[in-house]
């Protein structure tokens, strides 16, 4: 295997060091969330950091690159309180990397792709139309990471839509069936497909698939 120092990565180019570093942690979540600003201007961006952080009280959480630069999502969440996120299909894959081009501060992202604004439940901040899992979410709080100027923004999900297909009977999302893309990097966009799942692990109990007999 070819090895790499920290002497190494700190002597690279920046664009080489970015797209390792940024790849070698594995596949990350590949999101649009969408926000508005206080005078009614819709804003959508992709993101690659939201996690969960937890299942009850369900939280999210994902990281804000600094706010030296002005940034429409965070200044919008902030005036507001809320945001929505969207998986990302594989037909939108072209139109979501777009987002991350750097539009002025107040620019919509909608009016800049093909991606299209949804609105349900008497929600007003948008949704994007065709994403099969969406998520409107209530900002609970932040925490700033000295070590690299980021922040890192939690969330509480307040109302989650997605296509009946998806469930299974306790729960669980398939998330492969309805053709949402995972990253490989910052530009790397691929199409996971389900292997197997398994029983929840006990120990000296033999691991046993939820469909394999």
């Not at 706010?67 to 919008?76: E, G, H, I, M, S």
Request: aromatic letters at 10%.
């Amino acid at each position: 295997m070819k090895h790499i120092s920290r002497d190494d990565i700190s002597q690279m180019e920046k664009i080489e060091r970015l797209n390792l570093i940024n790849s070698c942690t594995g596949y990350k979540s590949a999101n649009l969330l969408a926000t508005k600003s206080i005078d009614g201007k819709p804003n959508v961006a992709i993101f690659s950091s939201v996690t969960h952080l937890g299942s009850n009280p369900a939280l999210i959480g994902f990281i804000m690159r600094p706010t030296t630069v002005p940034r429409d999502t965070y200044k919008n969440i902030r005036e507001t309180g809320y945001f929505t996120v969207n998986h990302i299909t594989v037909d939108m894959i072209e139109d979501a990397h777009h987002t991350s081009a750097n539009y002025e501060l107040g620019i919509s992202e909608f009016d800049k792709t093909n991606l299209e604004e949804e609105y349900k439940n008497n929600i007003k901040i948008p949704f994007v139309k065709g994403s099969p899992v969406q998520l409107y979410c209530k900002y609970v709080n932040e925490y700033y990471i000295k070590e690299n100027d980021t922040i890192h923004i939690i969330a509480s999900i307040e109302n989650l839509f997605f296509e009946e297909e998806l469930e299974h009977k306790d729960g669980w999302l398939q998330i492969d069936k309805g053709n949402i893309v995972a990253l490989n990097g910052l530009d790397g966009y691929c199409l996971p497909k389900l292997v197997d799942r398994f029983q929840y692990a006990r120990k000296e109990i033999p691991t046993t698939s939820f469909f394999k007999k």
